[in-house]
């Protein structure tokens, strides 16, 4: 569901492969040095991956790390080989989607199956990948409505939509229909039965044409993830999901295994400790709200509101 980031990822992908072609090398195809100090840190294509990473890297350089970034590197098909490879040595990731990765066939859904889930499909890898402690702070699918229609219907949770299915018009980009954890899983595990002719396609991944739709009353509830910038500024109300209908999608920092050592897992442990979701949607609206702030000043300044600019422990 997370359409806008594929695309884009593929895009860079691609763009990679053609440069590639063309005979230019490329910075993340070398095998990187596995046996060294140093620590390079990588991120995803998007800006809560970037800023995340930011503040990893100002926290292990504040433990004395000689650090590296190579950042907006693209999708997991592009950073688990290049992590796996020390051409990284450690990025933020989501432990609901690292565990479909590394295992299509996984149903965990709760953060506690995922991370017991993970552990063994980290374990199959060969050991080449290894993660710290996940924080509490999770980037997940939800179902979002406006103040209004929450106290409109006494809304808390997802299980209190369904008895209004019949005046829910749904918007959300159109595999949500079909996928698992969309239409279906509402319908089979809170009885949230959406009609066709009330669902309404969006196709920007929960962005702004999504969030306009519902804000203006276009659409009653829709799929937005849960670090969006415009659930504050539109003072919108996520909808609990006590069944675990949407996979959780705890941040958590993924290291290739050589580059895993106490000091910095106790480091980054650190980071995960203090990221929640309140400071997800913190950082998020830094970068992408009004201000504009670029991901390593966000990630400097959290960094130091936190105390974490200083030798952990």
């Known amino acids: 569901m997370r359409a806008a980031r594929?695309?884009?990822?593929?895009?860079?992908?691609?763009?990679?492969?053609?440069?590639?072609?063309?005979?230019?090398?490329?910075?993340?195809a070398a095998k990187g040095n596995c046996e060294g100090d140093g620590l390079t840190v990588g991120s995803a294509?998007?800006?809560e991956s970037e800023t995340v990473?930011?503040?990893?890297?100002?926290?292990l350089r504040a433990n004395g790390f000689n650090v590296d970034t190579k950042l907006n590197i693209g999708s997991r098909e592009a950073y688990i080989p290049a992590l796996r490879q020390c051409a990284i040595s450690v990025i933020p990731e989501y432990n609901g989607n690292l565990l479909q990765y590394l295992d299509k066939n996984a149903t965990a859904a709760s953060s506690a199956d995922i991370d017991a889930a993970l552990t063994k499909a980290l374990g199959s890898t060969g050991s080449d990948l290894a993660v710290g402690t996940?924080?509490?702070?999770?980037?997940?699918?939800?179902?979002?409505?406006?103040?209004a229609t929450a106290e409109r219907w006494n809304l808390h949770s997802i299980a209190d939509l369904a008895a209004h299915s019949a005046e829910v018009k749904f918007?959300?980009?159109?595999?949500?229909?079909?996928r698992a954890g969309g239409l279906p899983g509402l319908k089979k595990n809170y009885n949230l039965d959406i009609a066709a002719n009330n669902f309404v396609p969006i196709a920007d991944g929960g962005?702004?044409?999504?969030?306009?739709?519902?804000v203006e009353g276009t659409v009653t509830a829709a799929n937005i993830f849960t670090t969006s910038p415009a659930i504050a500024q539109n003072n919108l109300v996520v909808l609990e999901d006590p069944k675990h209908n949407f996979p959780a999608q705890n941040v958590v920092p993924l290291f290739n295994s050589a580059k895993k050592t106490d000091k910095a897992l106790a480091a980054l442990n650190a980071v995960s400790a203090k990221l929640t979701t309140d400071e997800l949607l913190k950082l998020n609206e830094a970068v992408s709200g009004s201000s504009k702030t670029e991901p390593k000043a966000a990630a400097q300044q959290w960094v130091a509101a936190q105390g974490l600019n200083k030798p952990t422990g």
């Open 6 to 28: 594929v695309l884009v990822a593929a895009a860079a992908l691609a763009a990679a492969m053609i440069l590639s072609a063309c005979g230019n090398s490329d910075p993340l």
């Open 45 to 47: 294509n998007f800006p």
């Open 53 to 59: 990473a930011n503040i990893y890297a100002e926290v």
């Open 134 to 147: 996940p924080a509490p702070g999770q980037d997940s699918d939800a179902v979002v409505v406006t103040k």
């Open 171 to 178: 918007g959300a980009p159109a595999e949500f229909q079909e």
């Open 207 to 214: 962005g702004p044409a999504t969030v306009r739709a519902l």
